[in-house]
């Protein structure tokens, strides 16, 4: 099927026209196990049961309507259905806090808002009085229970039969037939490391522009099984989402993020967006199990991938041939040793993997092209429609850049070495604050990115956030996510804050595994009662301080983590420490341990 970039309002229904009783929707019912599925006919129609639905509750054309939940297909029926009455979605993470729902909702004046499972709903119902404008909340898991004498809430079943037998299909047709690329689609709050909220505005046009750029170089086709994993908030997921719509791809839509592997065993997927923090956890689950194999599989696995990152890399990636032996030890070891990798992952029909969102470790991305996985890095925002730039599978590629630019982009390096962007798909501004939107342009049109980077033969190589570069008090600039993807390979640790700024070294918080690093004690013979005491002690602190030097090795002298503290507790949303996107808020970890901080530059 060739690609069906229509207007968003109808794009679903035109699909279904060319696929009809063809397989669309993978999912399970919210706390099923069993995998049920929709067709494209009846995709459209559920969409259509909304859009009437809608009409019927009083939304106007380009009225704001708010939806937090998981993933789920009552998400993507309600989204669509929206857009078939010109109605705009608000999207919010399914782990938003109260204090971010009440602002987004009165920020964006919300009527009416859907929400997923019980946690969602609660979250709702206790913001609801503080709300101006908020009139009822719709519930998509039908095990969700009401609070007694909750007059404003009612269930997405009772809400479709609003829609029953379509009648203001007539009016909904003449809606979407009066739709326009500069209709705003989505308005997607960021959830932002400093400050508050902000709501990017993405129009049906950067959509259609950004369906048609990422179409020429992403090769998803009506033979993929797409499995939905990241939050279809996240602005990657929802344009990858809709891109593979438009090629008639299946969807599999992965509710409980925790999951996911256990899906990806039961469902098979071809491709998946993600995020480095995944292929992060395979290699170190892989890593693992090979650890604790006997001696010769150590040696024969290690070689295997010593194969395939010739193969895979030193020769395809660079767009060489490879010599006719090395090709034919690596087609003996992909039968053998790589099929098991990825037959273990559910991965056994793998295309390709786009990866974005966070750096991409050279150590992970190597590993995962090593064992036959076709990772896709790329680099976006949510003020770009997501992709800028990504490896394209039919042009060299090199480990460590994050792409060459979509069509349609123009990048351009400021003399301060931030990425600025012009293009069809670039946002128009913020939400209610002009005064950012004025901000955040030159004097030219170009956004600005807020990352530094530079471009070495087409492709782009990224830096760090510019506000995130760190100068220590002996004047050298550190980028501290290039440091931090470099450490967070080590299977002992499992999130890493790296601190600079203004001090006389780099040093680390580092959130361990605390489940290997238990099972690394009682090995040991070191006794602990508590996670404090795991995390103060000096053999395992030895060890760790081992790891990680042999880890940052390449590193300049003064890039190098000098000292380190582990924490007993997680970073967390709770305490604000995290994004809904689970980057680390520097500004909050300052001061939440600054003590401990404090104690790393004591003389």
Known sequence: MKQVNTHLSRLVHDVAAQLGQREALIYKEFGSRQWKSYSWNEFSRQVKLVSNALLNMG??????????????????????????????????????????????????????????????????????????????????????????????????????????????????????????????????????????????????????AAMEANAKCVPVGENDRVLNFLPFTHIFEKGWKILCITTGARLIVNTNPLEVQQTMRETHPTCMSAVPRFWEKVYMGVQEKIEASSAMKRRLFKHALDVGRRHNIEYLARGKRPPVALHLEYEMLNKTVFSLVRRELGLENAHFFPTAGATVSPHVEEFVHAVGINMMVGYGLTESLATVSCDHLDKPYTVGSVGRPISGISIRISDEGEVLLKGPTITRGYYNRDDLTRQSFTADGYFRTGDSGYMNNGELFLMDRIKDLFKTSNGKYIAPQMIESKLLVDKYIDQIAIIADQRKFVSALIIPEYRLLEEYAREQGIAFNSRQDLCQNAQVCRMLQERIDTLQQQLAQYEQVKRFTLLPKPFSLERGELTNTLKIKRRVLNENYRKEIDRMYEE
């Not at 009066?178 to 400050?195: E, H, K, P, W």
């Open 59 to 208: 939304v106007q054309v380009q009225e704001n309507v708010g939806v937090f939940s998981q993933n789920s297909v009552q998400y993507l029926f309600t989204d669509f259905g929206a857009w078939g009455i010109r109605a705009v979605t608000i999207p919010f993470y399914a782990t938003s806090s109260e204090q971010q729902i009440q602002f987004i909702i009165n920020d964006a004046q919300i009527r009416f808002i859907f929400v997923g499972e019980q946690a969602q709903y609660d979250k709702a119902r206790r913001v609801f009085a503080t709300c101006r404008t908020l009139e009822r909340i719709i519930v998509f898991d039908p095990a969700v229970s009401i609070a007694e004498g909750d007059t404003t809430t009612m269930r997405f079943s009772d809400f479709l039969r609003l829609g029953e037998g379509l009648p203001r299909q007539s009016e909904v047709d003449s809606l979407t037939s009066q739709a326009t690329m500069d209709d705003i689609a989505n308005i997607l709050y960021t959830s932002g490391t400093t400050g508050d909220s902000k709501g990017v505005i993405l129009t049906a046009g950067q959509y259609h």
